[in-house]
C-alpha cells in the first residue's frame, strides 16, 4: 500500500483478503481504534510508518442489518425506488438510484 492511499481502502482491502465485510471487523493502528465513519478517509501517510494492524472480528456486526438487505428484503421499498427512475426527471436523481438498484441483492419476487 502506499502513503497516498485512504485507511477506507486499506479496510476494504483486508475485506477482501479475509472474505470479510467492511464493517465485519474492526481494527486498531497504533494502539487507536479506527472508527470507520471518521477514520476511513484519511490518508495513510497521516498515520505515518506502520508496523502492525490489529483486526478484530466486531461482535455487534449482523449481516441482515446491513442497508441492502433491509432495502431489499420488503417489496415496497422497490416499488418506490421503481417509481423515482419512472417520474423523476433530474438526472442526478435517476443515476443515483439506478446505482442504488445495481447495488442490492435481487428481490426474490422479481
Keep these: 500500500m502506499n502513503y497516498f492511499q485512504t ?3 486499506l479496510r476494504v482491502k483486508i475485506a477482501d ?3 470479510f465485510q ?3 471487523f474492526n481494527m486498531t493502528i497504533k494502539n487507536q481504534y479506527v472508527d470507520p465513519d ?3 478517509d484519511r490518508y495513510l501517510r497521516e498515520l505515518g510508518l506502520i508496523q502492525q494492524i490489529f483486526i478484530v472480528k466486531n461482535s455487534n ?5 446491513h442497508p441492502k438487505y433491509l432495502i431489499s428484503s420488503k417489496q415496497e421499498n422497490y ?3 421503481f417509481m423515482l427512475l419512472s417520474k423523476e ?6 443515476e443515483a438510484t439506478w446505482d442504488l438498484l445495481n447495488k442490492i441483492p435481487i428481490n426474490k419476487k422479481l
Design 7 to 9: 485507511i477506507g481502502h
Design 17 to 19: 483478503a479475509y472474505g
Design 22 to 24: 467492511i464493517n465485519e
Design 38 to 40: 471518521e477514520d476511513d
Design 61 to 65: 456486526y449482523n449481516p441482515d442489518n
Design 79 to 81: 416499488d418506490k425506488l
Design 89 to 94: 426527471t433530474k438526472p442526478q436523481l435517476i
